[in-house]
């Protein structure tokens, strides 16, 4: 695989589609894993705050996103013997360095909404 260099580094081509690299970027743009991240930011949470907390996330999808990024080493799960399984997720130090990317996007979204919203509605008003 082809490697970009930048400043005298070796870096991955993200833009190769065989690049490992790009599993991050697949992983980020899932609709779920930015709200987890975010979610999760403020510190560890059980599985039940943070369904409550993500408006329209389904238990399952819910699942698979935090099953997917303790897979990927940014989220710990840590399971207590109770009755009912007590069952808390934390964001590792690799999660924790993602979510502070995350929150950039979420500041910039913040900023930009208003734009966003009237660039919308004037394309809405020429297509019709």
Do not use: H
Request: with cysteine; glycine share 8%; aromatic share 8%.
């Amino acid at each position: 695989m082809e490697t970009i260099e930048v400043e005298g580094t070796p870096e991955w081509d993200v833009f190769n589609i065989n690049c490992p690299t790009r599993q991050v970027f697949d992983r980020v743009g899932e609709r779920w894993t930015g709200l987890v991240l975010l979610a999760l930011e403020p510190g560890t949470q059980r599985f039940s705050e943070l369904r409550r907390r993500i408006q329209g996330i389904t238990q399952k999808m819910l699942t698979q996103t935090l099953r997917a990024l303790e897979r990927d080493g940014v989220v710990e799960r840590r399971v207590f013997p109770t009755v009912p399984v007590t069952v808390e997720y934390t964001l590792t130090p690799l999660g924790r360095s993602l979510a502070t990317a995350i929150a950039g996007l979420r500041a910039w979204s913040y900023d930009n909404i208003g734009e966003i919203i009237a660039a919308r509605a004037e394309y809405d008003g020429r297509e019709s």
